[in-house]
Nanobody
Framework: QLQLVESGGGLVQPGGSLRLSCVAS????????IGWFRQAPGKEREGVAC????????NYADSVKGRFTTSRDNTKNTVYLQMNSLKPEDTGVYYC?????????WGQGTQVTVSS
């Protein structure tokens, strides 16, 4: 079965950190750019970050720039999203997708809640 699986979400206090993982099953991520998206309750899904396939070039939404970092380890078929200085407005379900447009694969999502 071809799928992406996210993990690493949870409850964290404002200012805290989390690292999300996105693992591919049934196919290799080597040739895919990977995007991270999030959806807060009652809001539309928004793009958060994207990392290209071969050179690992990254770009970020303005709302997370300087706080979030995405990286990839192709030997583990995994992409990461390191989230620092988390804010309550970062709360939502986080998804990874391949490629960054989401054309081919989506994960099931992992919940991130930032609250004191």
């Amino acid at each position: 079965q071809l799928q992406l699986v996210e993990s690493g979400g949870g409850l964290v206090q404002p200012g805290g950190s989390l690292r999300l993982s996105c693992v591919a099953s049934g196919f290799t991520l080597d040739y895919y750019a990977i995007g991270w998206f999030r959806q807060a309750p009652g809001k539309e899904r928004e793009g958060v970050a994207c990392i290209t396939a071969s050179r690992g070039i990254t770009n970020y939404a303005d709302s997370v720039k300087g706080r979030f970092t995405t990286s990839r380890d192709n030997t583990k078929n995994t992409v990461y999203l390191q989230m620092n200085s988390l804010k309550p407005e970062d709360t939502g379900v986080y998804y990874c997708a391949a490629p960054c447009s989401g054309r081919d694969y989506w994960g099931q999502g992992t919940q991130v809640t930032v609250s004191s």
